[in-house]
């Protein structure tokens, strides 16, 4: 079945005290946002990337492509919107035929070939597959109306990634609800209709840069994985 990944990478770099956006911001040698990319072409060549960045970030991102010799194969450009529910429902406007769409964090560089194939192979079978991880943290709820603290059963809960992935009926279809503010990722948003989400065991490694001790982990992995 045909496939697209929709890239959406809308970050400030507020968390990261600094004026460059983080899917910006440079891991060995270019912006983290081209690894990201590079991770699904070279998984699937064929695969059509459709790359969402805000209104105002998008000369800049041509202009780096230019300086770093970019041009990654079926590569849309399409603005994004007020929050990451409008970005994806931006990019799916480009979705034409019938395929498996994978919804993907820019700066989550270090996810794997493995993680991505498998995402993709669920969601062809079950209708939706979304990567995750246990929690090997000790856990405990708080309860900020009594200011309370309980210990809770770690096995009860995972960690969620991207690339989340779903049929193109399904994940219209899904984006044709209005926005509330409990879809938290796609998954909720797909949730909402009373689908049954399908878990599948992410990669470790698959962490979202968000703040400078993100970008240090995810720099010294990525010396371990290439050295």
């Given at each position: 079945?045909?496939?697209?990944?929709?890239?959406?990478?809308?970050?400030?770099?507020?968390?990261?005290?600094?004026?460059?956006?983080?899917?910006?911001?440079?891991?060995?040698?270019?912006?983290?946002?081209?690894?990201?990319?590079?991770?699904?072409?070279?998984?699937?060549?064929?695969?059509?990337?459709?790359l969402?960045?805000?209104?105002?970030?998008?000369?800049?991102?041509?202009?780096?492509?230019?300086?770093?010799?970019?041009?990654?194969?079926?590569?849309?450009?399409?603005?994004?919107?007020?929050?990451?529910?409008?970005?994806?429902?931006?990019?799916?406007?480009?979705?034409?035929?019938?395929?498996?769409?994978?919804?993907?964090d820019?700066?989550?560089?270090?996810?794997?070939?493995?993680?991505?194939?498998?995402?993709?192979?669920?969601?062809?079978?079950?209708?939706?597959?979304?990567?995750?991880?246990?929690?090997?943290?000790?856990?405990?709820?708080?309860?900020?109306?009594?200011?309370?603290?309980?210990?809770?059963?770690?096995?009860?809960?995972?960690?969620?990634?991207?690339?989340?992935?779903f049929?193109?009926?399904?994940?219209?279809?899904?984006?044709?609800?209005?926005?509330?503010?409990?879809?938290?990722?796609d998954?909720?948003?797909?949730?909402?209709?009373?689908?049954?989400?399908?878990?599948?065991?992410?990669?470790?490694?698959?962490?979202?840069?968000?703040?400078?001790?993100?970008l240090?982990?995810?720099?010294?992995?990525?010396?371990?994985?290439?050295?």
């Amino acid at each position: 079945m045909h496939k697209y990944a929709i890239i959406v990478a809308g970050g400030k770099g507020e968390r990261m005290g600094s004026d460059t956006p983080k899917q910006f911001l440079e891991l060995a040698g270019k912006p983290i946002l081209m690894h990201t990319i590079e991770k699904f072409n070279s998984t699937f060549p064929t695969i059509e990337i459709i790359l969402a960045l805000p209104e105002n970030q998008i000369d800049f991102w041509k202009e780096l492509c230019v300086l770093h010799t970019f041009n990654p194969s079926s590569h849309q450009l399409v603005c994004g919107g007020k929050t990451r529910f409008h970005s994806v429902k931006n990019a799916l406007a480009l979705v034409k035929q019938e395929s498996i769409v994978a919804i993907h964090d820019g700066v989550r560089p270090l996810v794997s070939s493995e993680t991505i194939i498998k995402s993709f192979n669920e969601a062809e079978l079950k209708g939706n597959a979304i990567p995750s991880i246990g929690v090997i943290e000790s856990l405990r709820h708080v309860s900020k109306q009594d200011d309370s603290n309980k210990a809770v059963a770690r096995s009860c809960y995972q960690l969620i990634q991207t690339p989340q992935c779903f049929t193109s009926a399904l994940i219209l279809k899904a984006y044709q609800q209005e926005f509330d503010e409990s879809f938290t990722d796609d998954a909720s948003v797909v949730e909402a209709l009373g689908e049954k989400i399908n878990l599948v065991e992410g990669n470790k490694e698959n962490i979202k840069i968000t703040s400078p001790i993100d970008l240090k982990i995810t720099e010294a992995l990525f010396r371990v994985q290439f050295t």
